[in-house]
């Protein structure tokens, strides 16, 4: 079991918004930044949110993150077939590692 | 645009010692980053390994510390993992990124993984 938990399934139709928890504790989210990233099956992982709500090039803006005391989320809007992954959260611990949560899959109806 | 590519065997027998190698293209491992290893059971999320600066400092995975070498070889361009006395439970598809780790001067610790190679999965068994 993650340290950082997440929901194991989310799902929403097409052109709607989906939100994306993950629990953590003052010893890792509520200390430190939080990351996102997408994998869809059979493929490695890719980074859609880095410090809490930055996006990296080439990511769009229906991907939106935000955090507040221990726990984050992340939003993604405007819902598309191609969104279908699994989403997982990352941050670091004060156990001196990183973390990542137990990863959310979502399905677009 | 960097890229990262694993290699190494794709089975281990129980006990022995997991060896894995990444590539890097597109950037020199000597910049101002950290390199990383993830790995992701079948079917379960991902586990951080550990990391390694260009300068040879590592940070590993409390859970893994005592059987985890990562280092890094500058004139090709390339880290690498071991893992020894591997068992079944080391069974994983293995990925290696590229990562940014730094603390603030508020005590706050960043750390993100991008991009990441596209994995090699291990099997352990004999």
């Known amino acids: 079991q993650s340290v950082l938990t997440q929901p194991p399934s989310v799902s929403a139709a097409p052109g709607q918004k989906v939100t994306i928890s993950c629990s953590g504790s003052?010893?890792?989210?509520?200390?430190?930044?939080v990351s996102w990233y997408q994998q869809v099956p059979g493929t490695a992982p890719k980074l859609l949110i880095y410090?809490?709500?930055k996006r990296p090039s080439g990511i769009p803006d229906r991907f939106s993150g935000s955090k507040s005391g221990t726990s984050a989320t992340l939003d993604i809007t405007g819902l598309q077939t191609g969104d279908e992954a699994d989403y997982y959260c990352g941050t670091w611990d004060g156990s001196l590692s990183a973390l990542f949560g137990g990863g959310t899959k979502l399905a677009v109806l | 645009q960097v890229q990262l590519l694993e290699s190494g065997p794709g089975l281990v027998k129980p006990s022995g010692t997991l060896s894995l190698t990444c590539v890097v293209s597109g950037a020199s491992i000597s910049n101002s980053d950290w390199w990383s290893w993830v790995r992701q059971a079948p079917g379960k999320g991902l586990e951080w390994v550990g990391e390694?600066?260009?300068?040879?400092?590592?940070n590993y995975n409390p859970s893994l510390k005592s059987r985890v070498t990562i280092s890094v070889d500058k004139s090709k361009n390339q880290f690498s993992l071991k893992l020894t006395s591997v068992t079944a439970a080391d069974t994983a598809v293995y990925y290696c990124a590229r990562g940014e780790h730094y603390i603030t001067s508020l005590g706050r610790e960043h750390i993100w993984f991008d991009p990441w190679g596209q994995g090699t999965l291990v099997t352990v068994s004999s």
């Open positions: 410090d809490n709500n």
């Open positions: 390694i600066w260009h300068s040879g400092n590592t």
């Open positions: 003052s010893s890792n989210i509520g200390n430190n930044p």
